[in-house]
């Protein structure tokens, strides 16, 4: 066997491989037995047909099913030959002219590029510097408060705040338009859950009163049809009713699923989730971080074929959630929608395998362990998600990627400079994760 190596653009290859005659000849004469066995020719009994006239009659197919043999088996051989990694399935063409009577095939096919790991020791990683305090504490509970308000009727004029039931019709140039009238209506003053001008025109009314709220609709408004026009509303108040928050109690505590332990222990099981999540958030953000800076610092050429596998991948499982949302399954996907996030993806990848490869990084179990742990602190029975976690094969996997990825995280860290970033609960928890962190150059 002969192979020769062509490096065409980029990572492709172009390898062709020659195959002497007498391999070819002794797998044809080897087929060509094997359809003489079952062979039904008139004039000849099963398994009794000469094999002259069975090479006569069957040569040409005989031939090509050698050929996708022969190139099964050897195609691989000739890549270890070569010492060449392929990225993707080849595209194989026999070659024009058989080499004297033997067999010639070109597979063309892109190879994984080489990874070197460039210095990250002049670079940045904001680590966000933030905690639970007791404000932050008496925050949320307040917000939880909000989330059991119940509502007392008011015979006075609405202030902010107040719920209003209430009828409303509206018009353009006239005319009432679809979508734009509806009775009995649940609406909070303040909640900016209408158009501006609406809510802040029913403040001081009263039960009872009509009045009329001439508006424009914002010029993005999500309706194209409705953005920017003018609009005539008119509203009746058929109530107002105050907002009525529970008192922190026993109670209330309760209510939030904790049964025994009172106020207290529902301040230390608030306070430990709040830190939960902080701690993930953080997590997140640093590991943002570090997986940009790794893709900054390390320029690689993905291959062509990993980016499709990537994308179609993508594109099967934004449609698989889709499906089980509810929404249309045969909403037009195109695979260029998901062709960045695959490059982003693939590249990442190539790093992270080289990191873990390069520094003989090893999985720690006892981080996984840890964070199914962690994770399952959530649910009213830990134990049960524990034990479902390790038991299945896939979800535990999950669980392995991503601690494998914190650990080269952790690698990243080691090998650039770390400056803690201080902020406020509040801003760090409600920022997109973009903006909690960024990398930088020292």
Not at 91 to 117: C, D, N, Q, R, W
Not at 162 to 191: C, N, R, Y
């Amino acid at each position: 066997m002969q192979v020769s190596v062509e490096s065409s653009e980029g990572l492709e290859r172009r390898m062709t491989v020659e195959l002497p005659a007498e391999m070819v000849n002794g797998a044809l004469e080897k087929r060509l037995k094997e359809i003489a066995r079952n062979a039904k020719i008139d004039g000849f009994r099963p398994g009794k047909v000469p094999l002259s006239v069975i090479r006569q009659r069957y040569a040409g197919q005989a031939r090509q099913e050698v050929f996708s043999d022969l190139v099964k088996s050897t195609y691989f051989q000739a890549l270890e030959k070569e010492k060449l990694q392929p990225a993707g399935e080849p595209s194989i063409e026999p070659m024009p002219t058989a080499p004297a009577e033997g067999i010639g095939y070109v597979a063309v096919f892109e190879v994984m590029p080489e990874v070197k790991l460039q210095d990250m020791s002049e670079k940045v990683i904001n680590r966000p510097l933030v905690e639970v305090t007791d404000s932050d504490l008496d925050a949320m509970l307040q917000k939880l408060r909000k989330q059991r308000t119940t509502w007392d009727e008011v015979a006075r004029e609405a202030q902010e705040g107040d719920q209003l039931t209430i009828d409303f019709k509206g018009f353009i140039e006239g005319e009432a338009f679809e979508g734009g009238s509806a009775d009995s209506v649940p609406l909070v003053l303040g909640s900016s859950s209408m158009i501006p001008g609406f809510e802040e025109g029913l403040t001081g009314a009263k039960t009872g009163e009509n009045r009329t709220l001439e508006l424009k609709f914002p010029e993005e408004y999500r309706a194209e049809h409705l953005a920017g026009k003018e609009v005539k509303f008119e509203v009746k108040v058929n109530k107002i009713a105050a907002p009525v928050l529970p008192e922190i109690d026993d109670e209330f505590a309760k209510a939030y699923g904790v049964a025994d332990g009172g106020v207290d222990a529902l301040y230390t099981e608030i306070r430990s989730n709040m830190e939960r999540e902080l701690q993930e958030k953080i997590r997140v953000v640093v590991k943002e971080q570090a997986m940009d800076l790794l893709l900054e610092v390390n320029d690689v050429t993905v291959p062509k074929a990993l980016i499709s596998q990537e994308a179609t991948a993508l594109q099967q499982q934004t449609k698989q959630n889709l499906t089980r949302n509810g929404q249309a399954s045969g909403i037009d996907l195109p695979l260029n929608l998901f062709e960045d996030q695959a490059k982003r993806r693939v590249a990442l990848g190539l790093i992270i395998g080289e990191v873990i490869r390069e520094n003989k990084i090893v999985l720690d179990n006892n981080r996984v362990r840890a964070r199914i742990e962690q994770f399952a602190q959530s649910y009213d029975d830990p134990q049960e998600v524990i034990d479902y976690y390790l038991k299945d094969k896939k979800q535990l996997a999950s669980v392995e990627n991503v601690v494998l990825e914190d650990q080269v995280v952790d690698w990243v860290l080691e090998r650039v400079k770390v400056k803690e970033k201080a902020g406020g609960f509040d801003e760090f928890m409600n920022a997109p994760d973009s903006a909690s962190g960024t990398v930088t150059d020292s």
